[in-house]
C-alpha cells in the first residue's frame, strides 16, 4: 500500500496504516532524542506489527467475510466473500439489489454466474486469484518495510513533535512522489501511529485519525477525504481472543448526503473444501462474453448502490 494510493471504504484499520514502512530507507540526519525518522518508522512498525497481531493473520490460510450494506440510497445488499491463500482462489457470492450472482478467481480463470439472466461466462487469467495468495500478509509486508528502512532513502524526515489527544508525538514527513507529502505522526510513549495524512495539491487529500482506549489495538479509525465531494468513513472494529479483527462496521457519510453503514464479519478458519471454488456451467444457463455480462452487472450495481458505487470506484 502506498501513501498516494486512495483510502477506500473498505480498507480495514489493519491496512491503512501499512504506509508507515514504505518508504523505508535511510532518512536525512533529523533525530528526535537520538532517534532518526527511519529508526522512529522501524520502531513504528515493530510496534504495529506485535501490538496488533499481525502474525495471526499470516496463519489464516483461509478467511470468509460476511458482507451487510444498507442505507442512503442503496438498496439492501449483502456478500459473502471466501480467500483461499493455498488455491490461489476466491469467490464472491452477492444478493440484495446487485445479485444473485456469484464471481470465481482461479489460478488460471475467472468466471460469472448471474441467475436472474440465466448467464454465465468466463475469460482466462489467473491475475485476480494470485491477488488471494498474498491478501492480508500483514506480518510478512511489515517485515519487508522494516528491512527497506535500511536500504538508502532519504526523503523521510521528522517534522517535529505535536500532541493529538493528549498524546505526545513525532511527525514523519515522506514525499513519494513530486508534489505529494505523506505524514505520519507518532506516539512517542507507544510508537504506535496516531494519525496519517497525504496532501495532494489538485488531487484528493486523504486524513486517517486512529484511537486506542486502553490497548494496543485500534478501537476507532476516521478516514477523511477531500474532494469534489468530501467523504468521512467511520471504522469500528472489533476483536477476537487472538487479536485478530472479529467485525469491523464502516459508516460512510459523504457531504450533504446520508450515512452508508457495511457491517463486515470475519471468520479466520472457514475450512471451506476445494469444491467451492470450483465452476461447472449450471444447467440452462447460456454463454455469453465475459465483457458483456460483467457490464451487466455494473449497471445493476449503480441501481442498486445508488451513491455509493462513485465513492468506491473513487470517482467523487
Known sequence: MHPSKRIRTGTLVLGAILAVGVSGGVARAQSAGGASANEIAARALDAVRSGWALSRYDAARQVR???NLRGGSTQGV???LVLDRDGPRWRLDVAGGVGPLTLWAMPDRMALHVPSLEQHA???GGDLARMAAGAGRLDAEVAAMQSRLEGGYAELTLGGEETIDGAATWRLDDR???GTTASYWI???SHLPRRIAVDRPGRRDARIELSYGAGLRPT???AYQQGQRDVQVTLTPRYDSAGRVASVQAVTVPAGGSPITIDLTFDWSPGMAAT?????PPAGSREVPFGQLS???LIMAAGALGALLPLLLGAS
Do not use: H, S
Open 65 to 67: 467475510a460476511a458482507i
Open 276 to 280: 467451492y471454488f470450483r465452476f461447472a
Open 220 to 222: 476507532r479509525a476516521v
Open 176 to 178: 513519494p512522489e513530486p
Open 122 to 124: 468466463t475469460r482466462v
Open 295 to 297: 457490464q451487466g452487472v
Open 78 to 80: 449483502t456478500a459473502n
Open 187 to 189: 506516539d512517542q510513549r
